[in-house]
């Protein structure tokens, strides 16, 4: 779409093309009178030319560099044994659909308890039976069906049920046995802790991102709903303390103000507070300390910042668990579990088990576990740099910064070891090794004909005789015996410090709350207090995370602030 062809005036802009600005266009331009402008820095992703990257149901998108990223994004994640703070980049999506466009599809919920918090924290109206209407109203749950299944919803949600797992997820169920926790079949409505075939937003093997869900043909016919890709929102524009449009600049550098009666940002919890806190929407002092004049002293932009404290462990499979590179799904494990320890809560750990550790013949030999903390206590922030507001932000994510989090995630770790050191899948200590995105692994995980040819060379050699994969794995995982290191208190607590990281659920920059709450940003329906005219609908507004990936409570609250809107806007203009 060229610039000239944008509208200068109308009466919905939405800011950000991810998760829940889809769900906005779509509900906010069923109203024929309603003038929508939907802008997304990223490329689109129109039916029928959805790359084939962005359908497979493994996440390729990841390997194909800052193509479907924002370039340059990184984050403090918490201080190493040595006080040292480590820094790692941080992939999140720019692309139309944002992260559900890139990530693994993970269709998980969460638990009721997730919610009655956000309620408990002055989020009025987002207990659990107040936000499962909107949970049922965005999908069509294949498998599950009763009062909290939708079954006529804009995203498909199925899971490989146990009659179609392949050989490595009957070994990964076996050996999660030993935990004597019961299987079960649907994480989004048993909420009990237990061994469940994860859900996902997926039909036909393959992704169904909430482009695709919501931002349907139909949909894209409307004559009043304009898509914009390729542009990117520079500044809010205001009118005294009314939001009454934004300055627009397209990929060729060309700029253009549009003037909105409405304007919803919907950017994600690591670029909504960016656009806020460049309006003078924030912390007073800071604001002023980076030379942004103050428009509403908002402490709470920013603040918050939460992510689920990770690990991830590769493990070096048997040839007869693994997946033929054409099997494309490969997590078919997920375990929701409670660590028991003091600061817990029920069901607080969870661990997901992939067949494939990349996309390429290396990947095919390994197995990936993800461990994480489903009920963190740690908090970061977010906030622009002094030296250049306009730049990237400083973003840390705060990991491990109670120490609640690092006794149960170092426990976890223990745990996973002991369960997965196995007959069922690999007897061999040895064969387990901490896995990390390193710039280096990056650079080898990129789609190329060369990384094709070194990674296959790579899988032959570790194939090969065992002391010469015994060589290579301590290679590379720098010489770490984690069996070793899961006898050793100290050495444990030191190497979770070393290795944690996120799981790209970056949510809470722009919590909900009480609009006397000093710290809350937006209201219940997703209103910015002190200013008019401007919303946040995202996972920014999360006053804390739900014990699940981010994406489907992200779409969700894209469904429920958009009928707030709607009813607040009353008639399109």
Known sequence: MRMSELPHEVDVLVVGGGSAGCV???????????????????????PGQVPAEILDSYPMPLFFGDTYIWPGLDAAVTRGADGRIRRRAYEQGRVMGGSSSINVQAANRGLPRDYDAWAA???????????????RKLETDLDCDGPLHGRDGPLPIRRILEPAWPPFAHAVATALDATGLPRRLDQNGEFEDGIFPPAFSNRDDARVSSAAAYLDAPTRARGNLVIAAHTQVTDLVFDGRRAVGAQLRQADGREQRVAAREVVVCAGALQSPVLLLRAGIGPAEHLRTCGVTVL????????????????????????????????RRASFVALRSSSGLPGGTPSDMYLTASARGGW??????????????????SIGRLRLNPADPAGRPDVDLGLLSDPRDLERLATGLR??????????????????????????????????????????????????????RRLMLRAV???????????????????????VFGVWHASGTCRMGDSTDRGAVVDPTGRVIGVEGLSVADASVMPSLPS??????????????????????????
């Open 24 to 46: 906005l266009a779509k509900r906010l331009s069923a109203d024929p009178n309603r003038r929508v402008l939907l802008v997304e820095a990223g490329c689109d992703t129109p």
């Open 121 to 135: 924290a002055g989020a009025r109206g987002w207990g659990w039976d107040d936000v499962l209407p909107y949970f």
């Open 296 to 327: 509403a002293d908002r402490p709470g932009v920013g603040e918050n910042l939460r992510d689920h404290p990770a690990l991830t462990i590769a493990q070096y499979l048997p040839r007869r668990l693994r997946l033929p590179l054409s099997y």
């Open 360 to 377: 390429h013949a290396l990947g095919a030999s390994l197995a990936l576990y993800f461990l994480w903390v489903n009920q963190p206590h």
């Open 415 to 468: 745990d996973l070891v002991a369960l997965v050191v196995s007959p069922q899948l690999n007897p061999d200590p040895a064969a387990i090794f901490p896995a990390s995105f390193t710039p280096a692994i990056k650079r080898l995980s990129r789609v190329t004909p060369r990384n094709r040819r070194v990674t296959a060379l790579l899988a032959r050699l570790l194939d090969g005789p065992a002391p010469l």
């Open 477 to 499: 995982s720098g010489g770490v015996d984690l069996g070793r290191i899961a006898a050793d208190d100290a050495a444990l607590r030191d190497f979770v410090r070393e290795t």
């Open 548 to 573: 699940a990936n981010t994406n489907v409570p992200t779409i969700m609250i894209g469904e429920k602030i958009a009928d707030h809107l709607v009813a607040q806007l009353g008639a399109g203009a």
